[in-house]
């Protein structure tokens, strides 16, 4: 287990940045896959982004779902072992819990063992 600690939510107006931080405790960070997922009231946890190896750990890959191509950025400190998640060009619908989660390789819901308490998101419209 990883322990993990969002920080950086909070209200915000329609078309506004936040940049979200997770600091984790394992020395390893760097190796660890991290993802960043949602989810609003009422509504399943979705996932947001990723950053992990590439195939030959050459570099950090990027992935992040449809709805936040081109407005959310995810990269990571490993010296700080910490991983961020900028969001410019906010929606309402963007409104939601935010939560860190940090994975041996793989990027399906299930290979994320370690998840962090999550931290509010507003975006008022």
């Known amino acids: 287990q990883v322990q993990l600690v969002e920080s950086g939510g909070g209200l915000v107006q329609a078309g506004g940045s936040l940049r979200l931080s997770c600091a984790a405790s394992e020395r390893t960070f760097r190796h660890y896959a991290m993802g960043w997922f949602r989810q609003a009231p009422g509504k399943e946890r979705e996932f947001v982004a990723a950053?992990?190896?590439?195939?030959?750990?050459?570099?950090?890959?990027?992935y992040y779902v449809d709805f936040v191509k081109g407005r959310f950025t995810i990269s990571r400190d490993n010296a700080k072992n910490t991983v961020f998640l900028q969001m410019n060009s906010l929606k309402s619908e963007d409104t939601a819990v935010y939560f860190c989660a940090a994975s041996r390789q793989g990027l399906r819901l299930a290979d994320f063992g370690s998840w962090g308490q999550g931290t509010q998101v507003t975006v008022s419209s």
């Open positions: 950053i992990k190896w590439s195939d030959g750990s050459t570099y950090y890959a990027e």
